[in-house]
């Protein structure tokens, strides 16, 4: 039985991309992979260009380093997405991390994967039907997202678990409803 390849670990992949001069955060990077990989046409966008944030033909090579990294967050992302299991879940710091980190990375991958789903072809994703599109609206808002001052540390913790859960399912039935059963990423 093959096994499902793990996230990188994120506090490992913002050093690679720090280092590497990329202003493309790790959540964000993830969510644009994610969204790329479940746009009905994302098969032949070149996800590491707008990870990068470089133009197409214009850049030069990623750092061997970065590249096996970002080729293992989309080979991650797919395996998971793709798999059995519907295990997938969104690249984000953890506990170690201040809330606010947590929340500014949740909004960033949020923006992240609503930039990969418009690469990939979803020109008009608030009129996606169905539950995808519900769930497209519900990725948009907390793209907006912000720390609510009036609201107690372990409030919005919690609060985040279960936003991030939402993430986990949503983005598994957007990626079930926007692929064709054979696509190949």
Known sequence: METTPDLPAYDHAARLLHEAGVTTGVAEAHGIIT???C???????AWQELVLGRE??????APEALAQLLAA??????????????????LLPGDDHSLAEQI??????????LFGLYAGGVKESQKLPGDA???VRDITRLSEAELDGALADEEEARALVEIVEYLRV???LVFE??????AKH
């Open 35 to 37: 969204g790329v990989l």
């Open 39 to 45: 746009a009905p046409q994302g098969a032949g966008v």
């Open 56 to 61: 197409a033909g214009r850049s030069r090579e």
């Open 73 to 90: 967050m989309h080979r991650s992302a797919y395996a998971h997405l793709s798999g059995v299991e519907c295990d997938f879940v969104p």
């Open 104 to 113: 500014e990375a949740l909004t960033d991958w949020c923006r992240g994967y």
């Open 133 to 135: 599109g519900e769930v």
């Open 170 to 172: 949503g983005v598994q």
């Open 177 to 182: 409803e926007l692929q064709p059963p054979t």
